[in-house]
């Protein structure tokens, strides 16, 4: 049985990236397979806390931009992380299977703790290690996200895979195992947990910065000009594309013209991925043309494609008991998957069960 799992961090500024790397990618998969997305608070602290209040209208925004962007709570489960007590429990477990070897290969830490390592918290370090809770308290077989993400994946997949091989007997004697789906000799033939499938593709797994073509698109950056924002009106837009970061020549006419130019690249791509249409596609049109000429038709694409967006979410933001009661609802839902989950995890690890 196939199972999404996805999620985003309520940081604050929602952005151009998390929407076309993948929000915008969840929508047709609801009614392909069973899907929960969820606002993953848990992880939106690891680079410290947020101040009073902060964190809870992140959280409504990025569940409003959801909806607004088409999940369906009808036909997904929406929920914010930390009402689920399941996730913080198997990621306790799953510190214990993860081998610090793994996690210091972790490109995301290096990143984000930058040179004061020291201090960056033991949450931000282990980080790795909840994601894959997240999406194993349900046994989620799929999870669509952009290519940052990448290595966080195989990671879960490596958890999984030692959880399944280390508690092999115990899966078998409990019979709580499924055939494992890629049989081979090293592996047990009963399994607890699924090796996640990452879903990362189309032309927008990796929207850059605006104002640095080799640098991701970012809730965190600090300088607001390198991101569109889901918030953003008309105005913001048109001047943050204006400012982008570009070279001085024309734009190509085959796509083997982007490789060296990053900026341009990121430009194309975000043209192709608003359009639904692929990057030579947008240099047929805009081959041999200036900036000057193709930022104005990027900025009316991105506000005719946004701006429908953003008014429903205002709208939504309006009235948080709309918001709360989807949450509270998904909640129950998630429980209901990931409790029974945890109650088979705790048998197979060990633990004496006395109520
Ligand atoms: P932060 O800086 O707080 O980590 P973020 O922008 O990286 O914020 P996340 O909440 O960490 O956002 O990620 C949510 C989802 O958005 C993930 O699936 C991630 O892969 C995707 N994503 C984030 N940034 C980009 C980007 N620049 N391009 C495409 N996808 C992205
Ligand atoms: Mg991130």
Redesign the pocket.
Known sequence: QNRVF??????????????????SRWVPLQDQMETIFCV?DL??IT?GFPESGVLRDATRE?TAAYIAAGIDAKKSIIFNQSQVREHAELAWIFNCVARMGWLNRMT?FKE?AGKNRENASAGLFAYPNLMAADILAYRATHV??????KQHLELTRDIAAKFNNDFGASIKDLGLGVPNPTPSPEVPEQVYFPLTEPM?AGP??????LRDGTK??????PSDLS?INLRDDAEAIAKKIKKAKTDADALPSETDGLKERPEADNLVGIYAALSGKSKQDILDDFGGQQFSAFKPALSDLAVEKLSPMTGEMRRLMDDPVEIDKVLKDGAERASAIAEPILKDVRAIVGFLDVR
């Not at 309520?10 to 151009?16: A, I, S, V, W």
């Open positions: 996805s999620g985003v961090q309520p940081t604050g500024n929602l952005h151009l990236g998390n929407y076309l790397g993948a929000v993953v992880h939106a680079a990025v995301q984000k669509p996200v952009g290519d940052d993400q990362i927008a797994t990796r929207i850059m910065s991701k698109m970012s809730k965190s950056d991101r």
